[in-house]
């Protein structure tokens, strides 16, 4: 069965250096027949080029802030330069891989999940069927955070959604029913209080981790997409991407960081 050897991988612009494996790693487990899906960040990319255009940017509680302007630029930068450069790296190292967004196929669909956030989703409908078909064909999908807007509501409203890595890598993980959520991060882990790696939660310690503030910044986006995973995926795994082949280490058993369970 198909679903038996998914596997969602969602990799941020911070993991990926010059000497970076995740990659290499990615297409080594391809050719051991891994159906894989990546879905990738950027957001550091998004503001550079935010800056060289003058377009001011902010954030709040983890999420870029999103006005018509920083969505053209987030849509050219992460569908557009970022996914090519990662597809075009993978068929350069043997892989089979084929850029998307989640607005092809209608993939991800979206309503803005608040007024301050501007052109931002909140939670998303996936229909993974092109998803499907692309693995069934031996692709490796690799999936630019991006989806449709299903709900145009005003003179500033456009097609299309910012939408958080994580919350659609999430999403995509659950429709999919995949074996395991990988979050290919640039921290050990998930700390806790006394800034020790947490080596295993459960969903109900997950929750109290946001509620009482021992998760920041963008740790809380990752733990409420494991959340939203945790419906349909056994095991969501949040480890250090900085670490050479630590890809090939997780699947193989010797990885490190938080495991969260449902």
């Known amino acids: 069965m198909l679903g ?12 990926l250096g010059q000497h970076d494996t995740t990659l290499e790693d990615l297409v080594a487990l391809q050719k051991r027949k891994f159906s894989i899906v990546v879905v990738h960040g950027g957001g550091n990319a998004v503001t550079d080029w935010l800056t060289r255009l003058n377009i001011p940017t902010r954030f709040t509680q983890g999420l870029r802030v999103t006005d018509l302007n920083t969505l053209k630029v ?14 075009s790296e993978i ?4 892989g089979k ?5 989640g607005v092809d196929g209608s993939i991800a669909q979206g309503k803005m999940k608040s007024r301050e956030l501007g052109l931002t989703a909140g939670e998303l409908t996936i229909d ?24 145009l509501t005003g003179h500033e409203d456009s097609n ?20 395991k959520l990988i979050f290919l991060t640039d921290v050990p882990g998930i700390y806790d209080n006394s800034k020790q ?30 959340l939203i995973a945790s419906q349909k995926v056994s095991l969501t795994r949040i480890i250090d991407g900085r670490i050479d082949h630590a890809l090939l280490d ?9 495991t969260i369970v449902n």
């Open 4 to 15: 038996s050897k998914i596997v969602v991988v969602k990799i941020g612009g911070s993991t």
């Open 74 to 87: 987030v849509t050219a930068v992460l569908a557009g330069l970022v996914n090519k450069e990662l597809v």
């Open 91 to 94: 068929n350069r190292l043997g």
């Open 97 to 101: 891989a084929i850029g998307l967004s």
């Open 128 to 151: 993974a069927h092109l998803l499907k078909v692309l693995l069934n064909s031996g692709y490796m999908p690799v999936v630019a955070p991006i989806c449709m807007n299903c709900a």
């Open 160 to 179: 299309m959604l910012n939408v958080n890595g994580d919350t659609i890598a999430a999403q995509i993980a659950a429709a999919l029913q995949a074996r």
């Open 197 to 226: 790696v947490v080596n295993q939660m459960d969903a109900n310690m997950a929750k109290s981790m946001i509620e009482n503030g021992t998760a920041t910044g963008g740790m809380i986006a990752k733990l409420e997409a494991s």
């Open 250 to 258: 997780e699947i193989e058993g010797r990885g490190n960081g938080t």
